[in-house]
């Protein structure tokens, strides 16, 4: 379809680097980076925001990146709520790429710095995103298993993989380009994640209901900004976790 065209040359003209690193950003410069020069059209200004984090998050170091995916899934690992998540379902991860972080399971990258704790042992196996100009789905997948490339770097399950419905999970692991405390999420561009999750929430400001799974978006600090603006198709996180924190949005449960 078109907009499955779309994504596919969107994709075609980036880099997909694994690897990524953390930095610490006060809550006066986060609004800084959330915020263009006044006078700005807001869809420019999300341009604007979506080129600048993605282009600060490709320049960062393998070796620093190692370290601070160890420091969320240790934060992930901690914490009780993703735990009970993680036991409840199958756990939807990602393929890093474009230097989000790596929260692959160690068959996959070897230790992480630190050895820290996993949760990626669940009862319930993991999966991954299908094909990212197909349909959105999330596809049944085990470390080790066969996987087919897109656009050169991008790993996702082979035809006959098993689908698991999102509403099916406990626990997905979102990436993104931006969040905010209050768990709105920018993505590429693509859409790709409004599709998959579309089912999940309603209108902007819909909270994703207590039989849904635990949605947590992941990210570097400097992703989390002030304030995004939320669209219609929106569906916000639970949980925002970097390397340094990890926020509870208004629609998290304790």
């Known amino acids: 379809d078109l907009r499955a ?9 980036h880099e997909y680097p694994f690897i990524t690193h953390a930095t610490m950003v006060p809550m006066n410069q986060r609004r800084a980076a959330s915020e263009p020069p006044a006078g700005v059209p807001p869809e420019t200004e999300t341009q604007a925001l979506r080129a600048r984090l993605l ?33 409840a379902g199958p756990i939807g991860l990602y393929w890093p790429v474009r230097g989000e ?30 094909h990212p100009a197909a349909r959105p789905r999330m596809l049944g997948w ?16 082979v ?6 419905e999102p509403s099916d999970h406990g626990l997905i692991l979102v990436p993104g380009v931006a969040f905010d405390p209050a768990g709105n999420r920018l993505g590429s ?54 390397p340094s924190e990890l926020v509870a949005t208004p629609g998290s449960t304790s």
């Open 5 to 13: 065209a779309d994504d596919h040359q969107r994709n075609q003209n």
């Open 55 to 87: 282009g600060r998050r490709r320049a960062l170091s393998e070796a620093a990146v190692s370290v601070a995916s160890s420091s969320i899934l240790g934060r992930l690992a901690d914490d009780l709520r993703v735990r009970r998540a993680a036991q």
């Open 101 to 130: 972080p790596d929260v692959r399971p160690p068959q996959v990258v070897g230790p992480h710095p630190g050895g820290g704790p996993t949760l990626m042992d669940g009862p319930n196996g993991l999966t991954l995103p299908g």
């Open 142 to 157: 085990n470390p080790g298993a066969p996987l087919a490339t897109a656009w050169g770097t991008l790993r996702y399950p």
């Open 159 to 164: 035809a006959d993989a098993t689908e698991v």
């Open 189 to 242: 561009g693509g859409g790709w994640y409004d599709r998959l999750l579309a089912g999940l929430g309603g209108t902007a400001g819909d909270r994703p209901n207590a039989s849904t799974p635990l949605l947590v978006g992941v990210a570097h600090q400097f992703q989390l900004v002030e304030h995004l603006e939320v669209q219609r198709w929106d569906v916000p996180m639970h949980l925002i976790v970097t």
